[in-house]
């Protein structure tokens, strides 16, 4: 692992009428828009399913990590995590987020260690232990004309 602290960008563009595209240096652009929810298209990452999918693969990336460090032999993992956006007091938020994991070892005797391991990975996904951070925005506006 290199030095802490690491730096993530993603820049996201956008006409009035068209869908995102998200970009970040060495990865393929990916097109974004709304969910079928908010009257989006329904065939596309939303920022919704983004941040579902980032919980679900931290968490895999986290247990993969950890279940190589305890040397714990296993052979496949299927993570899913289905958050809950609700209106709290005037904002929508994430008010809940459940992940369910289906976990393939190889030792049936490695049980209990697969499911220390499973929670451990939990407790250290850094998408789930940032879902409160601290945010700022900084604004930059021109004119067309």
């Excluded at 968490?59 to 995590?81: E, P």
């Excluded at 939990?122 to 930059?140: A, G």
Aim: overall charge negative; hydrophobic content about 35%; aromatic content about 4%.
């Amino acid at each position: 692992m290199q030095p802490l602290p690491h730096h993530y960008t993603v820049t996201a563009r956008a006409e009035e009428q068209t869908n995102l595209e998200l970009a970040s240096d060495n990865l393929p652009t990916l097109t974004c828009a709304p969910p079928k929810d908010f009257d989006g298209p329904g065939d596309l990452w939303s920022p919704e399913d983004l941040l579902m999918a980032s919980v679900a693969s931290c968490f895999v990336l986290s247990f993969r990590a950890i279940a190589n460090a305890s040397k714990l032999s296993w052979q496949q993992i299927d993570c899913q995590s289905q958050g809950t956006l609700d209106k709290v007091e005037r904002s929508m938020q994430f008010t809940r987020i459940d992940t369910t994991v289906k976990l393939l070892i190889t030792d049936p005797q490695d049980k209990d260690k697969a499911e220390k391991l499973l929670h451990k990975a939990e407790q250290s996904c850094l998408v789930l232990n940032s879902m409160t951070s601290q945010s700022q925005l900084q604004c930059e506006i021109s004119s067309a004309s």
